[in-house]
């Protein structure tokens, strides 16, 4: 066996299992993170005093019944009524308010169907002319800055690599947006991979034909 052969074989486990023990490990933060909601409930209500013993996952069951439940109150008039008192109420506390408003927007924006933000990869010109970086088009810009600039804008989010939850967001004229025929998944696993994942070659590296 040579050594080309090893490597073809070490490499091709490690791509089975590094992704595979990490999404594990992920799962397991989260179910770990969730269960601690348990906490919240008095200690009588809770397995180890019912039942003697916990249950692992219990908190993802009882957190998605509460969400479910919540959602299910809140689309009613009485619920939507205690919504807007509330928000009523935190609009008048200066930093809270400022930190309300932004996330619920950025949740409207990702969790409502009706939006378009997140749905169209683009190839604009950054951060000088002729280097091409992948962006998320988000919206058009707001009409103010189109008078302003003389051109119709659009609003481009470009995410920071390996991390795309953080980045940058540019207004750039409609001309120079270069519209992909490319899924957001797949665009986002190539800025995570540091553009090692492409569409055309993901099942290729598995398979062994990069190597």
Same mark, same amino acid.
């Given at each position: 066996?040579?050594?080309?052969?090893?490597?073809?074989?070490?490499?091709?486990?490690?791509?089975?299992?590094?992704?595979?023990? /990490?999404?594990?490990?992920?799962? $397991?933060?989260?179910?770990?993170?969730?269960?601690? =909601? +348990?906490?919240? +409930?008095?200690?009588?209500?809770?397995?180890?005093?019912? /039942?003697?013993?916990?249950?692992?996952?219990?908190?993802?069951?009882?957190?998605?019944?509460?969400?479910? /439940?919540?959602?299910?109150? /809140?689309?009613?008039?009485?619920? $939507?009524?205690?919504?807007?008192?509330?928000?009523?109420?935190?609009?008048?506390?200066?930093?809270?308010?400022?930190?309300?408003?932004?996330?619920?927007?950025? =949740?409207? =924006?990702?969790?409502?169907?009706?939006?378009?933000?997140?749905?169209?990869?683009?190839?604009?010109?950054?951060?000088?002319?002729?280097?091409?970086?992948?962006?998320?088009?988000?919206?058009?810009?707001?009409?103010?800055?189109?008078? +302003?600039?003389?051109?119709?804008?659009?609003? @481009?989010?470009?995410?920071?690599?390996?991390?795309?939850?953080?980045?940058? @967001?540019?207004? @750039?004229?409609?001309?120079?947006?270069?519209?992909?025929?490319?899924?957001?998944?797949?665009?986002?696993?190539?800025?995570?991979?540091?553009?090692?994942? =492409?569409?055309?070659?993901?099942?290729?590296?598995?398979?062994?034909?990069?190597?």
């Amino acid at each position: 066996m040579t050594l080309i052969k090893l490597r073809k074989y070490l490499i091709t486990g490690l791509l089975v299992w590094v992704p595979l023990g /990490i999404t594990i490990l992920v799962i $397991k933060l989260l179910v770990d993170l969730l269960d601690k =909601t +348990l906490l919240l +409930l008095p200690q009588a209500l809770r397995p180890e005093t019912l /039942i003697g013993f916990d249950i692992p996952g219990l908190g993802i069951i009882l957190t998605t019944l509460f969400v479910l /439940i919540s959602g299910f109150i /809140i689309t009613n008039f009485t619920g $939507k009524r205690l919504i807007l008192w509330g928000e009523e109420y935190v609009d008048r506390i200066p930093l809270v308010r400022s930190i309300y408003s932004a996330l619920k927007q950025v =949740t409207e =924006t990702v969790l409502t169907s009706d939006k378009n933000s997140f749905r169209q990869v683009v190839l604009i010109e950054y951060p000088r002319k002729d280097i091409w970086t992948i962006g998320f088009q988000t919206s058009d810009s707001p009409e103010e800055f189109n008078q +302003l600039t003389g051109n119709k804008l659009l609003t @481009v989010f470009v995410p920071t690599t390996p991390n795309p939850t953080s980045g940058y @967001v540019l207004m @750039v004229p409609e001309q120079e947006v270069k519209k992909l025929d490319m899924d957001v998944e797949d665009a986002l696993k190539m800025v995570m991979s540091l553009g090692v994942v =492409t569409p055309n070659n993901r099942h290729s590296l598995l398979k062994g034909n990069s190597l």
